[in-house]
C-alpha cells in the first residue's frame, strides 16, 4: 500500500494499526466507539479485528 493517508480503510483489514490516524478513525467509526475504548481493548487483547470486535461483543 502507498503512504496514501487519504485512504479511507485500514491496510490490513485483519490487524489495527493505532499509529495511523485514518485507521484510528475508520475503526472508531466502524464499531463506533471511541478512541480511548479502542485503545484499552487494543492493550488488552491485542490488534488483530477479529479479538477486538469479540471483545466489544461485535464478533
Same mark, same amino acid.
Given at each position: 500500500?502507498?503512504?496514501? @493517508?487519504?485512504? /479511507? +480503510?485500514? *491496510?490490513?483489514a485483519q490487524r489495527i494499526n493505532l499509529?495511523? #490516524?485514518?485507521?484510528? #478513525?475508520?475503526? @472508531?467509526? *466502524?464499531? +463506533?466507539?471511541? %478512541? %480511548? /475504548?479502542? #485503545?484499552?481493548?487494543? +492493550? ?8 477486538? #470486535? /469479540?471483545?466489544? +461483543?461485535? *464478533?
Open positions: 500500500m502507498s503512504d496514501d @493517508t487519504n485512504h /479511507r +480503510g485500514p *491496510a490490513d499509529n495511523e #490516524r485514518y485507521e484510528v #478513525r475508520y475503526w @472508531t467509526s *466502524a464499531p +463506533g466507539v471511541s %478512541e %480511548e /475504548r479502542l #485503545r484499552e481493548v487494543v +492493550g488488552q487483547v491485542g490488534v488483530m479485528v477479529k479479538d477486538v #470486535r /469479540r471483545d466489544l +461483543g461485535q *464478533a
